[in-house]
Protein backbone atom coordinates (compact mmCIF):
# COMPACT_ATOMS: atom_id res chain seq x y z
CA UNK A 1 0.00 0.00 0.00
CA UNK A 2 1.15 3.43 -0.82
CA UNK A 3 1.90 5.61 1.83
CA UNK A 4 -0.04 9.04 0.95
CA UNK A 5 -3.55 6.07 0.46
CA UNK A 6 -6.64 6.88 2.61
CA UNK A 7 -8.12 3.14 3.50
CA UNK A 8 -11.31 3.08 4.61
CA UNK A 9 -11.18 -1.19 5.78
CA UNK A 10 -14.77 -2.72 5.28
CA UNK A 11 -15.09 -6.19 7.17
CA UNK A 12 -18.69 -8.04 7.07
CA UNK A 13 -19.62 -11.50 7.15
CA UNK A 14 -22.09 -11.77 5.03
CA UNK A 15 -20.80 -11.57 1.69
CA UNK A 16 -23.41 -10.54 -0.41
CA UNK A 17 -23.82 -6.95 2.06
CA UNK A 18 -20.28 -6.57 1.59
CA UNK A 19 -20.39 -6.83 -2.40
CA UNK A 20 -23.21 -4.48 -2.76
CA UNK A 21 -21.82 -1.91 -0.30
CA UNK A 22 -18.43 -1.84 -1.82
CA UNK A 23 -20.14 -1.19 -5.07
CA UNK A 24 -21.76 1.35 -3.61
CA UNK A 25 -19.06 3.13 -2.18
CA UNK A 26 -16.98 2.60 -5.81
CA UNK A 27 -19.76 4.37 -7.74
CA UNK A 28 -19.30 7.27 -5.59
CA UNK A 29 -17.63 10.15 -7.31
CA UNK A 30 -14.02 11.67 -5.54
CA UNK A 31 -14.49 9.58 -2.40
CA UNK A 32 -11.36 10.57 0.38
CA UNK A 33 -10.50 6.95 0.86
CA UNK A 34 -9.39 3.50 -0.74
CA UNK A 35 -11.80 0.85 -0.54
CA UNK A 36 -10.25 -2.77 0.63
CA UNK A 37 -13.23 -5.14 2.02
CA UNK A 38 -13.27 -8.31 3.75
CA UNK A 39 -15.38 -11.10 5.08
CA UNK A 40 -13.00 -12.93 7.40
CA UNK A 41 -11.74 -10.97 10.45
CA UNK A 42 -8.52 -13.43 10.42
CA UNK A 43 -7.75 -12.49 6.54
CA UNK A 44 -8.39 -8.89 7.43
CA UNK A 45 -5.36 -8.77 10.39
CA UNK A 46 -3.13 -10.79 8.31
CA UNK A 47 -3.46 -8.41 5.09
CA UNK A 48 -3.66 -4.98 6.96
CA UNK A 49 -0.95 -2.98 8.30
CA UNK A 50 -1.69 -0.39 10.87
CA UNK A 51 -3.07 2.83 10.73
CA UNK A 52 -5.98 2.81 8.01
CA UNK A 53 -8.43 5.99 8.29
CA UNK A 54 -10.98 4.26 9.07
CA UNK A 55 -12.20 0.39 9.85
CA UNK A 56 -16.24 -0.45 9.39
CA UNK A 57 -16.48 -4.14 10.96
CA UNK A 58 -19.92 -5.28 10.99
CA UNK A 59 -20.80 -5.73 14.93
CA UNK A 60 -21.29 -9.57 14.16
CA UNK A 61 -17.47 -9.97 12.90
CA UNK A 62 -16.64 -7.15 15.64
CA UNK A 63 -13.59 -8.80 17.69
CA UNK A 64 -11.55 -6.49 19.69
CA UNK A 65 -8.45 -7.84 18.59
CA UNK A 66 -9.01 -5.09 15.81
CA UNK A 67 -7.92 -2.50 17.67
CA UNK A 68 -4.70 -3.20 17.16
CA UNK A 69 -4.43 -2.10 13.80
CA UNK A 70 -4.94 1.30 15.44
CA UNK A 71 -7.18 2.84 13.22
CA UNK A 72 -8.04 6.48 13.30
CA UNK A 73 -11.91 5.50 13.65
CA UNK A 74 -13.93 2.58 13.66
CA UNK A 75 -17.05 1.76 13.23
CA UNK A 76 -19.27 -0.76 13.81
CA UNK A 77 -22.18 -1.30 11.78
CA UNK A 78 -24.85 -1.69 13.99
CA UNK A 79 -27.20 -4.66 13.59
CA UNK A 80 -28.43 -4.89 16.91
CA UNK A 81 -29.02 -1.41 18.10
CA UNK A 82 -26.81 -2.26 21.14
CA UNK A 83 -23.70 -0.23 21.89
CA UNK A 84 -22.18 -2.46 23.38
CA UNK A 85 -18.37 -1.60 22.83
CA UNK A 86 -16.62 1.87 24.06
CA UNK A 87 -14.16 3.91 21.80
CA UNK A 88 -16.15 3.14 18.48
CA UNK A 89 -18.87 4.99 16.17
CA UNK A 90 -22.31 3.38 15.46
CA UNK A 91 -23.84 3.33 12.31
CA UNK A 92 -27.18 1.21 11.57
CA UNK A 93 -26.00 -1.29 8.97
CA UNK A 94 -29.77 -1.41 7.73
CA UNK A 95 -29.91 2.03 6.57
CA UNK A 96 -29.97 3.18 2.89
CA UNK A 97 -26.36 2.75 1.22
CA UNK A 98 -26.71 6.68 0.85
CA UNK A 99 -27.37 7.29 4.39
CA UNK A 100 -24.57 4.80 5.38
CA UNK A 101 -22.32 6.69 3.18
CA UNK A 102 -22.88 10.39 4.70
CA UNK A 103 -22.47 9.26 8.03
CA UNK A 104 -19.16 7.68 6.92
CA UNK A 105 -18.28 10.74 5.15
CA UNK A 106 -19.32 12.52 8.68
CA UNK A 107 -17.14 10.72 11.01
CA UNK A 108 -14.20 11.15 8.48
CA UNK A 109 -14.38 14.95 8.39
CA UNK A 110 -13.48 14.65 11.96
CA UNK A 111 -10.23 13.24 11.51
CA UNK A 112 -9.26 14.79 7.94
CA UNK A 113 -6.41 16.86 7.60
CA UNK A 114 -3.34 16.38 5.43
CA UNK A 115 -5.41 13.40 4.10
CA UNK A 116 -7.70 15.61 2.39
CA UNK A 117 -7.46 14.56 -1.69
CA UNK A 118 -5.91 17.18 -3.62
CA UNK A 119 -8.39 19.34 -6.09
CA UNK A 120 -8.50 19.38 -9.40
CA UNK A 121 -9.66 22.17 -11.96
CA UNK A 122 -12.28 21.44 -14.23
CA UNK A 123 -12.49 23.81 -16.94
CA UNK A 124 -15.16 21.69 -18.88
CA UNK A 125 -18.26 22.34 -16.71
CA UNK A 126 -21.32 23.70 -18.13
CA UNK A 127 -23.96 26.18 -16.24
CA UNK A 128 -27.25 26.25 -17.69
CA UNK A 129 -28.95 29.04 -16.23
CA UNK A 130 -33.19 28.61 -16.07
CA UNK A 131 -34.83 31.84 -15.22
CA UNK A 132 -37.89 33.68 -15.95
CA UNK A 133 -40.14 36.39 -14.62
CA UNK A 134 -42.74 34.76 -15.39
CA UNK A 135 -44.31 32.26 -12.61
CA UNK A 136 -46.25 29.31 -12.97
CA UNK A 137 -44.33 28.39 -16.32
CA UNK A 138 -43.34 25.01 -15.33
CA UNK A 139 -39.58 26.44 -14.71
CA UNK A 140 -38.88 24.35 -11.81
CA UNK A 141 -40.47 20.90 -13.92
CA UNK A 142 -38.41 22.12 -16.85
CA UNK A 143 -34.97 22.55 -14.99
CA UNK A 144 -35.34 18.90 -13.08
CA UNK A 145 -36.45 17.44 -16.09
CA UNK A 146 -33.34 18.58 -18.18
CA UNK A 147 -30.84 17.80 -14.95
CA UNK A 148 -31.99 14.14 -14.61
CA UNK A 149 -32.04 14.18 -18.60
CA UNK A 150 -28.56 15.00 -18.66
CA UNK A 151 -27.41 12.76 -15.63
CA UNK A 152 -27.96 9.62 -17.46
CA UNK A 153 -24.84 10.06 -19.49
CA UNK A 154 -22.95 12.92 -17.26
CA UNK A 155 -22.48 14.13 -13.94
CA UNK A 156 -25.39 16.79 -13.00
CA UNK A 157 -25.44 18.82 -9.99
CA UNK A 158 -28.98 20.52 -9.30
CA UNK A 159 -28.90 23.48 -7.27
CA UNK A 160 -32.82 25.83 -6.29
CA UNK A 161 -32.68 29.44 -5.60
CA UNK A 162 -36.17 29.75 -5.91
CA UNK A 163 -38.03 31.41 -2.27
CA UNK A 164 -40.09 28.25 -2.33
CA UNK A 165 -39.31 25.61 -4.23
CA UNK A 166 -42.54 24.16 -4.57
CA UNK A 167 -41.65 20.70 -4.99
CA UNK A 168 -42.39 18.01 -1.69
CA UNK A 169 -38.79 16.03 -2.67
CA UNK A 170 -36.70 18.75 -2.56
CA UNK A 171 -37.91 20.44 0.92
CA UNK A 172 -35.41 18.66 3.24
CA UNK A 173 -36.64 17.83 7.06
CA UNK A 174 -35.77 20.44 9.61
CA UNK A 175 -32.94 18.37 10.68
CA UNK A 176 -30.82 18.02 7.29
CA UNK A 177 -28.49 20.34 6.07
CA UNK A 178 -29.30 22.35 3.03
CA UNK A 179 -28.03 25.20 0.99
CA UNK A 180 -27.61 27.56 4.02
CA UNK A 181 -25.24 24.88 5.29
CA UNK A 182 -22.90 24.46 2.81
CA UNK A 183 -22.44 28.06 2.31
CA UNK A 184 -21.55 28.13 6.27
CA UNK A 185 -18.74 25.88 5.07
CA UNK A 186 -17.69 27.49 2.44
CA UNK A 187 -16.17 30.12 4.60
CA UNK A 188 -15.79 27.95 7.98
CA UNK A 189 -14.29 25.06 6.53
CA UNK A 190 -13.29 25.63 2.38
CA UNK A 191 -10.25 22.84 2.91
CA UNK A 192 -13.48 20.20 3.63
CA UNK A 193 -15.76 21.94 1.54
CA UNK A 194 -15.93 18.55 -0.80
CA UNK A 195 -16.12 16.28 1.75
CA UNK A 196 -18.96 18.50 2.84
CA UNK A 197 -20.98 18.82 -0.43
CA UNK A 198 -20.89 14.81 -0.79
CA UNK A 199 -22.38 14.79 2.76
CA UNK A 200 -25.07 17.38 1.78
CA UNK A 201 -25.74 15.77 -1.56
CA UNK A 202 -28.64 14.24 -2.24
CA UNK A 203 -30.11 11.95 -5.68
CA UNK A 204 -33.04 12.44 -7.50
CA UNK A 205 -32.71 9.48 -10.17
CA UNK A 206 -28.87 9.51 -11.53
CA UNK A 207 -28.92 13.39 -10.58
CA UNK A 208 -27.33 14.87 -7.60
CA UNK A 209 -28.82 18.32 -6.24
CA UNK A 210 -28.74 20.39 -2.98
CA UNK A 211 -31.50 20.59 -0.30
CA UNK A 212 -32.50 24.17 -0.90
CA UNK A 213 -32.76 26.73 1.76
CA UNK A 214 -35.85 26.16 4.16
CA UNK A 215 -36.20 29.31 5.11
CA UNK A 216 -36.67 32.08 1.70
CA UNK A 217 -35.65 34.57 3.92
CA UNK A 218 -32.13 33.54 3.84
CA UNK A 219 -31.82 33.24 0.39
CA UNK A 220 -32.41 37.36 0.60
CA UNK A 221 -29.62 37.54 2.87
CA UNK A 222 -26.69 35.97 0.68
CA UNK A 223 -24.76 38.68 -0.97
CA UNK A 224 -23.31 38.26 -4.89
CA UNK A 225 -19.70 37.91 -4.58
CA UNK A 226 -21.16 34.51 -1.77
CA UNK A 227 -22.82 32.92 -4.79
CA UNK A 228 -20.15 33.83 -7.20
CA UNK A 229 -17.50 31.95 -4.60
CA UNK A 230 -20.23 28.92 -4.24
CA UNK A 231 -20.14 28.55 -7.82
CA UNK A 232 -16.67 28.70 -8.54
CA UNK A 233 -15.20 26.14 -5.63
CA UNK A 234 -17.76 23.83 -7.01
CA UNK A 235 -16.16 23.86 -10.46
CA UNK A 236 -12.57 23.70 -8.59
CA UNK A 237 -14.01 20.16 -7.02
CA UNK A 238 -14.06 18.82 -11.21
CA UNK A 239 -16.64 16.52 -9.97
CA UNK A 240 -19.28 17.68 -11.99
CA UNK A 241 -19.53 17.82 -16.13
CA UNK A 242 -23.45 19.90 -15.78
CA UNK A 243 -24.62 22.39 -13.07
CA UNK A 244 -28.51 22.92 -13.31
CA UNK A 245 -29.26 26.43 -11.44
CA UNK A 246 -32.62 27.01 -10.59
CA UNK A 247 -32.80 30.82 -10.19
CA UNK A 248 -35.12 33.25 -9.36
CA UNK A 249 -35.06 37.51 -7.85
CA UNK A 250 -34.86 36.36 -4.92
CA UNK A 251 -31.40 35.95 -4.54
CA UNK A 252 -29.06 38.93 -4.96
CA UNK A 253 -26.49 39.23 -8.26
CA UNK A 254 -29.01 37.12 -10.40
CA UNK A 255 -28.12 39.17 -13.81
CA UNK A 256 -24.16 38.44 -12.80
CA UNK A 257 -24.65 34.49 -12.37
CA UNK A 258 -26.89 34.66 -15.92
CA UNK A 259 -23.95 35.95 -17.23
CA UNK A 260 -21.80 33.07 -15.88
CA UNK A 261 -23.75 30.68 -17.83
CA UNK A 262 -23.45 28.87 -20.54
CA UNK A 263 -26.91 28.66 -21.86
CA UNK A 264 -29.84 30.34 -20.21
CA UNK A 265 -33.78 29.67 -20.58
CA UNK A 266 -36.50 31.39 -19.72
CA UNK A 267 -40.19 30.14 -19.72
CA UNK A 268 -43.11 32.29 -20.23
CA UNK A 269 -46.18 32.16 -21.62
CA UNK A 270 -48.75 33.94 -24.12
CA UNK A 271 -51.25 35.66 -22.11
CA UNK A 272 -50.73 39.82 -21.97
CA UNK A 273 -48.94 39.88 -18.34
CA UNK A 274 -46.32 37.38 -19.11
CA UNK A 275 -45.50 39.51 -22.49
CA UNK A 276 -45.29 42.60 -20.31
CA UNK A 277 -43.12 40.79 -17.08
CA UNK A 278 -40.49 39.61 -20.39
CA UNK A 279 -40.18 42.80 -21.79
CA UNK A 280 -39.66 44.70 -18.34
CA UNK A 281 -36.97 42.24 -17.87
CA UNK A 282 -35.42 42.22 -21.04
CA UNK A 283 -35.43 45.78 -20.97
CA UNK A 284 -33.39 45.50 -18.14
CA UNK A 285 -31.13 43.68 -19.22
CA UNK A 286 -30.20 46.03 -21.70
CA UNK A 287 -30.31 48.76 -19.39
CA UNK A 288 -27.74 47.54 -17.14
CA UNK A 289 -25.55 46.04 -20.05
CA UNK A 290 -26.18 42.52 -19.98
CA UNK A 291 -27.14 42.07 -23.55
CA UNK A 292 -24.78 38.85 -23.55
CA UNK A 293 -27.54 37.05 -21.72
CA UNK A 294 -29.94 37.99 -24.16
CA UNK A 295 -27.72 36.40 -26.69
CA UNK A 296 -27.21 32.97 -25.08
CA UNK A 297 -31.39 32.85 -24.13
CA UNK A 298 -33.04 30.63 -25.26
CA UNK A 299 -37.22 31.80 -25.06
CA UNK A 300 -39.45 29.01 -24.69
CA UNK A 301 -43.65 29.06 -24.28
CA UNK A 302 -44.10 25.10 -23.64
CA UNK A 303 -46.82 23.25 -25.39
CA UNK A 304 -49.86 21.73 -23.08
CA UNK A 305 -47.77 19.18 -20.80
CA UNK A 306 -51.19 16.60 -20.54
CA UNK A 307 -48.98 15.29 -17.30
CA UNK A 308 -45.97 15.35 -14.83
CA UNK A 309 -44.92 11.79 -13.54
CA UNK A 310 -45.86 11.85 -10.11
CA UNK A 311 -42.54 10.48 -8.91
CA UNK A 312 -39.69 12.80 -9.67
CA UNK A 313 -37.50 10.37 -10.51
CA UNK A 314 -39.44 9.53 -13.57
CA UNK A 315 -39.33 12.98 -14.70
CA UNK A 316 -37.20 11.78 -17.87
CA UNK A 317 -40.72 9.82 -19.10
CA UNK A 318 -43.27 12.09 -20.55
CA UNK A 319 -43.76 14.98 -22.95
CA UNK A 320 -41.87 17.27 -21.15
CA UNK A 321 -38.60 15.14 -21.46
CA UNK A 322 -39.85 14.62 -25.60
CA UNK A 323 -39.62 18.15 -25.83
CA UNK A 324 -36.38 18.37 -23.60
CA UNK A 325 -34.47 15.65 -25.37
CA UNK A 326 -35.49 17.43 -28.53
CA UNK A 327 -34.01 21.11 -27.26
CA UNK A 328 -30.72 19.71 -25.97
CA UNK A 329 -30.13 18.24 -29.53
CA UNK A 330 -30.22 21.79 -31.04
CA UNK A 331 -28.24 23.74 -28.20
Known amino acids: ?15 EYAQHMTDYLNKS ?21 RGPAILVVSESAYEEELQKL ?5 VVLSESGVMKWEGVCYVDKYRQAEDVLKEL ?6 IADTR ?28 L ?29 IQSPDMADLLYFLKADSERFGLRLRSICKRMGSMDYIPPMKSGQNLLTVTALEWAALLQRI ?14 ESMQGLFEILRGCSMVFTLTQEDRIARSKLLQYEQLLALYE ?41 V
Request: hydrophobic content about 35%; charged content about 30%; overall charge negative.
Open 70 to 74: EALRT
Open 116 to 143: LPKLKKCSNITLIGNYSPVHRAMQTSFA
Open 29 to 49: RELPWKIHTYTNVRELMKEEG
Open 1 to 15: MKEEETVMVLCDTEE
Open 235 to 248: EELGEYEYVILDLS
Open 290 to 330: YEDVLEKTRRLRLPQIQRLPENMEQLTRGDLAALIRELLKE
Open 145 to 173: TMGQILAKEHATLYLNFEHYAGIPELRPD
Open 105 to 110: LHIYME
